[in-house]
C-alpha cells in the first residue's frame, strides 16, 4: 500500500496562474483533508470531505477550491494563485469523519508563488 | 488567535533522558487531544491521543498527561532515543463523541536527542 500520495512534491506558481493540486489514498478511507503549513502557524485545514460526495470548509478555505472526484482521490484547486499561498500543502485521509480516528498525511507539497 | 499554543520552539536532551513536550489550549470545548510527530519532508504521523475523560494515556515510552483545569497537556518520552529528533505538534478537537473531525494544531516543537 503506498498509503496517501500527493503530486506535485515541488511547484512554482507566478501570481494568477492557477493549478490543482492532487491526492490519493489507497487505504479505503472516507474522509480526506486538505491542511496547509506555513511557518510559526502549525497546520491549518482548508477544507475536508467527509465521505465520497461532500465537501466542507476548514479554518482557511478563502482562495481555493476542492473536488472530491471518488473515495480515492481529493483534488485542490487554486483558482489564481496569490503570494500568501506560498505553503506547504499536506493531503490526509481517516477511516471516518469522527477526530478520534488516526489521519494518515501525505509527504507533502511545497507550493512557491511569486 | 492561537486556540493551541506550543511556547517551546524547540528542545535538546540527551540520549536516554526524558524529554518532556508542552502544550496549553485557551478553548474548554476541546475534549480529545492528539500528538503528530513529523520528519522533515515527511508528512506527520500520529503518535498518542487523550480524552478529556481521562488524564493520563501510555503507550510504549510515550506518555500524555492532561491537565483540564490548567488546560495544559504534556507529552513525555521516556527514554529518548535519537530517532525521536522530528518536529511535534499537538493538536485539539471539540469533537469527540461528535461528527466533527476538525483539528487545531499548534506550531510545534523541533526535538533534538543528541547522542
New interface residues.
Given amino acids: 500500500n503506498a498509503g496517501?500520495t500527493q503530486t506535485p512534491k515541488f511547484q512554482v506558481l507566478k501570481t494568477g496562474q492557477s493549478m490543482t493540486l492532487q491526492c490519493a489514498q489507497d487505504m479505503n478511507h472516507n474522509?480526506m483533508?486538505w491542511y496547509r503549513q506555513d511557518p510559526?502557524?502549525?497546520?491549518?485545514?482548508i477544507y475536508?470531505s467527509?465521505s465520497e460526495g461532500t465537501t466542507d470548509k476548514?479554518?482557511v478555505p478563502n482562495g481555493y477550491n476542492v473536488s472530491r472526484l471518488n473515495k480515492r482521490e481529493f483534488s485542490l484547486r487554486l483558482e489564481s494563485a496569490a503570494p500568501s499561498q506560498t505553503s506547504v500543502y499536506?493531503c490526509?485521509s481517516?477511516t471516518r469523519?469522527?477526530?478520534?480516528?488516526?489521519?494518515?498525511?501525505?509527504?507533502?507539497t511545497r507550493l512557491t508563488v511569486t | 488567535d492561537q486556540q493551541?499554543k506550543q511556547n517551546s520552539p524547540s528542545l535538546s536532551v540527551q540520549e536516554g533522558r526524558i524529554s518532556i513536550l508542552n502544550c496549553d489550549y485557551t478553548n474548554s470545548m476541546f475534549d480529545?487531544f492528539l500528538w503528530y510527530k513529523k520528519y522533515p519532508?515527511?508528512?506527520?504521523?500520529?503518535l498518542i491521543?487523550i480524552?478529556s475523560i481521562k488524564d493520563k494515556n501510555e503507550d510504549g515510552r510515550f506518555t500524555v498527561f492532561l491537565n483540564k483545569s490548567a488546560k495544559h497537556l504534556s507529552l513525555h518520552i521516556v527514554p529518548s532515543q535519537p530517532g525521536d529528533s522530528a518536529v511535534y505538534?499537538c493538536?485539539a478537537?471539540a469533537?469527540?463523541?461528535?461528527?466533527?473531525?476538525?483539528?487545531?494544531?499548534?506550531?510545534?516543537t523541533l526535538l533534538a536527542v543528541q547522542p
Fill in positions: 496517501v474522509s483533508y510559526g502557524m502549525g497546520l491549518r485545514l475536508y467527509a476548514g479554518e499536506f490526509a481517516s469523519d469522527r477526530v478520534m480516528d488516526e489521519q494518515y498525511f501525505g509527504p507533502g | 493551541v480529545y519532508a515527511e508528512g506527520p504521523t500520529f491521543s480524552s505538534f493538536a478537537s469533537g469527540y463523541g461528535g461528527a466533527t473531525n476538525k483539528l487545531i494544531f499548534g506550531t510545534g
